[in-house]
């Protein structure tokens, strides 16, 4: 049954082709629109929950978060690293406080200096994680070691920026390569908030005058809410000046609130593109059933013919089933394929909103976008094979 | 043995056939002669089981044709009835063999299509496309499909009336032939075939007995 269903598939190999292409390029669409958006969102909602209070300079305070959560966009300025240093002694409400600074880059991937505590929940994959009392030691994201070919021991030379032709002239030694975990910690360079100062020849005011040394940002966790709420409203709008005269203003802000007006944006996206989902699901419905149609209409002739020289209903039903589920088994796989593709051309676009899609990653929706797709493609089959058994063979 | 007895098909258009009583024994060919809607090929069909009587029954081997469901009919001519029809009904975009071979959907065993083929001359076409076939080998091929299930009543529909005399007087001898000890009715209008079947029933006068149409050894000729 199966080897004569492809057999008479071969025999209309274009039209079958077609029938292929467009349930492939509608389904496609569909669940790669799915699931970008479904990763994108979960992607910046996954570190929103990791930190009371985040104190950075005066500013946008959504670009602040996606600034020292996902690495996106840029700083938009610098503090004094003294305001850490104040909070670290404040060990009634602070359980930790970690200091970060973007500065360099490494071959396109950003450079961030922090401490180890930044990265307590995520694990290595080979090397050490770096140490906090030490300097010009880097801990790199799974696709930094895999694009550069890195390994522990190499040592790495940072430049200004990803345009920047001139490196700094001393180089970070990889101690340690963090496992995949598809978000932006992938795609960067970890070393000491030390290491950044020291390359940036910070480092003999740090060692006498530390108010000179600056972070971007300085992240806390308080033992409660209500110290991060008190922590919010000491520093944000404070305005101060350092023993060198250089002035500074700092906002603190609660990251999930700032990830919330994000949210807000991006749960708008979310439901657009799920309504846009269902209208291409419902142009798929629509144009799978009208092809799968017109080609039962075309086989009518064929079917009629089989009745006549003796072949029941049952076996033709069955033929056609086979031949339309054949087909709609190779769209949907392919569909899926053509939707991880996709995924893997965008991700470099999509990463740079801190997000690193996964394209391993399957939402139960997108497999029943794939099952609706598939019966889509049979059902008609059903239904015309039926109205066949009704009708006199000799019609055909 | 086919008994046809009291048969009446009424078509929607309101044309009304009636049949005589007739029998058509095991092991004979016989040929039905008559004029363009006499009904030669509405018989065929309601032996085969592809159109039912409005009234009346077709028994084969004691078997009420009438009692039985469509499903039932529709297996009985896959398993029994060879039919060859006027129009081939072949799929053209198939080659002669998967033409053939159809018939696997219902089981039918079509080992032997390699050695019909080469009785019928068209072997060598065995995997040419229906399409490219003339008329006499596409009846060849219809013919070939309709043995190989190796029925024991084979239906022929003007199995000549698409080919030139000459080929079709092959056509029929060949016909004959390979359907040596089966029963074969064949419907033609052409009369100079006669001699080539054991009997020969004229259609146009089915109001007549059954035993006042058929003669022995077939129609002359001229």
């Known amino acids: 049954m199966i080897k004569f269903a492809l057999k008479n598939m071969a025999v209309k190999k274009v039209q079958c082709i077609l029938i292929v292409v467009s349930i492939v390029i509608s389904t496609s669409i569909a669940v790669l629109a799915y699931n970008v958006s479904s990763q994108v969102s979960d992607g910046i909602t996954s570190n929103a929950g990791y930190y009371s209070v985040i104190i950075g300079p005066a500013g946008s305070k959504t670009q602040l978060a996606m600034n020292t959560m996902y690495f996106s966009d840029e700083p938009l300025g610098t503090i004094p690293y003294s305001v850490a240093m104040n909070l670290m002694q404040d060990g009634t409400r602070v359980n930790t406080v970690i200091p970060f600074a973007m500065a360099d880059n490494y071959n396109g991937s950003k450079v961030v200096g ?14 050490e994680m770096m140490n906090d009392s030490s300097t010009m030691q880097a801990v790199v994201g799974y696709n930094v070691a895999k694009n550069n070919g890195l390994s522990i021991g190499d040592i790495i030379y940072t430049s200004h920026s990803a345009t920047s032709l001139d490196t700094h002239k001393k180089g970070i030694t990889v101690c340690g390569i963090l496992n995949q975990s598809y978000s932006s910690f992938d795609n960067v360079v970890f070393t000491q908030v030390r290491t950044l100062w020291e390359m940036h020849e910070h480092e003999d005011e740090e060692e006498g005058n530390s108010h000179e040394a600056t972070v971007c940002a300085v992240i806390v966790n308080t033992k409660n809410p209500a110290y991060a709420m008190q922590i919010v409203n000491e520093y944000n709008g404070k305005s101060f000046t350092d023993a060198h005269g250089d002035a500074y203003s700092t906002q603190a802000i609660e990251p999930m609130d700032a990830i919330r007006e994000v949210l807000n944006d991006t749960d708008d996206t979310k439901y657009i593109v799920f309504v846009l989902c269902g209208i291409i699901l419902l142009m798929n419905i629509i144009v799978i059933s009208i092809i799968t149609l017109l080609n039962m209409y075309h086989s009518s002739k064929e079917i009629s013919l089989m009745r006549l020289i003796g072949i029941s209903m049952k076996k033709i039903n069955l033929l056609y089933l086979i031949q339309n589920g054949i087909i709609g088994i190779v769209s949907i796989v392919l569909a899926f394929g053509v939707s991880r593709l996709c995924m893997g051309m965008m991700n470099d676009y999509v990463s740079s909103m801190g997000v690193v899609l996964n394209m391993g990653k399957v939402y139960s929706s997108e497999i029943f976008i794939l099952f609706a797709v598939f019966l889509i493609s049979v059902i008609p089959t059903l239904i015309w094979t039926l109205v066949m058994s009704k009708r006199d063979a000799m019609e055909g | 043995m086919i008994e046809i007895k009291g048969v009446k098909k009424q078509f929607q258009n309101e044309t009304v056939i009636e049949y005589k009583d007739m029998v058509f024994e095991d092991g004979k060919s016989y040929m039905l002669l008559g004029a363009s809607g006499c009904g030669k090929s509405t018989l065929l069909n309601i032996i085969a089981g592809i159109l039912s009587p409005t009234k009346g029954n077709v ?12 499903p039932q009919r529709d297996k009985l001519r896959i398993k029994q009835i060879g039919y060859i029809f006027q129009d081939f009904k072949l799929i053209n975009e198939m080659s002669v063999i998967d033409n053939i071979n159809i018939l696997r959907l219902e089981g039918i065993n ?3 299509a390699p050695e019909l083929l080469n009785k019928l001359g068209i072997l060598e076409k065995k995997k040419s496309k229906i399409k490219h076939l003339s008329g006499g080998q596409k009846q060849r091929v219809a013919i070939a499909r309709a043995l190989v299930k190796k029925p024991q009543i084979i239906l022929a529909d003007e199995p000549t009336g698409n080919l030139n005399f000459t080929i079709g007087e092959q056509v029929i001898k060949e016909l004959v032939d390979v359907s040596r000890g089966k029963t074969l009715i064949a419907v033609t209008h052409d009369d100079r075939l006669a001699k080539y079947f054991d009997c020969v029933v004229d259609m146009n006068e089915m109001t007549s007995g059954m035993q006042d149409l ?4 077939g129609l002359s000729n001229d």
Do not use: A, F, H, P
Request: negative net charge; aromatic residues 4%.
């Open chain 1, 114 to 127: 922090t401490t180890s505590l930044y990265l307590k929940d995520k694990s290595i994959q080979c090397g």
């Open chain 2, 59 to 70: 028994v084969i081997d004691g078997e009420n044709m009438q009692e039985k469901s469509q």
């Open chain 2, 110 to 112: 079509t080992k032997d």
């Open chain 2, 214 to 217: 058929v003669r022995e050894g």
